[in-house]
């Protein structure tokens, strides 16, 4: 069962705290596993195998606000689906509006499925430095 909390971005411009300014609706994604114990099904197996993680999994795309509040999560999919597989999927697609702006990592090849909604992505560029990896800056499309 999806968990939605997704607030409108009238309501959200409608409480705060400096009346008269609108802003874009932010939200941050990312996608998480869970490891589940290994299906006796084959096909159950194929389908819930990560090899991200390298063992069986199951999915789940989380979304937060800019105030780090979790706005959306999805239904769970098997380990196996795609990033994008999985936005395309889960719904998250149709709560977006126009001049909504949704972050990602770079994982998340996006772009097309919300340029057709006049929606922005931006994805941090990283640089490694002292084995921590740095945003150094954005991409938009």
């Known amino acids: 069962m999806e968990l939605n909390f997704w607030t409108p971005l009238d309501t959200i411009n409608a409480n705060t705290k400096v009346k008269g300014q609108s802003s874009?609706?932010?939200?941050?994604?990312?996608?998480?596993?869970?490891?589940i114990q290994k299906p006796k099904s084959p096909l159950e197996q194929q389908q819930t195998w990560s090899s991200y993680k390298n063992c069986n999994t199951v999915?789940?795309?989380?979304g937060t606000n800019a105030t780090r509040v979790v706005v959306y999560v999805s239904d769970v999919y098997g380990g196996s689906i795609s990033?994008?597989?999985?936005?395309?999927?889960?719904?998250?697609?149709d709560l977006l509006k126009p001049e909504d702006i949704v972050l990602a990592d770079r994982g998340f090849q996006i772009q097309d499925l919300?340029?057709?909604?006049d929606v922005s992505i931006v994805i941090p560029d990283f640089v490694k430095m002292g084995g921590w990896a740095i945003r150094t800056s954005t991409t938009s499309f």
Do not use: F, M
């Not at 874009?24 to 490891?35: A, F, G, K, L, S």
């Not at 999915?59 to 989380?62: M, T």
């Not at 919300?114 to 909604?117: D, G, N, Q």
């Open 24 to 35: 874009r609706y932010v939200v941050i994604i990312d996608c998480t596993e869970i490891e």
């Open 59 to 62: 999915k789940a795309l989380v």
């Open 83 to 93: 990033d994008r597989a999985l936005v395309e999927k889960c719904g998250i697609l």
């Open 114 to 117: 919300l340029a057709s909604r």
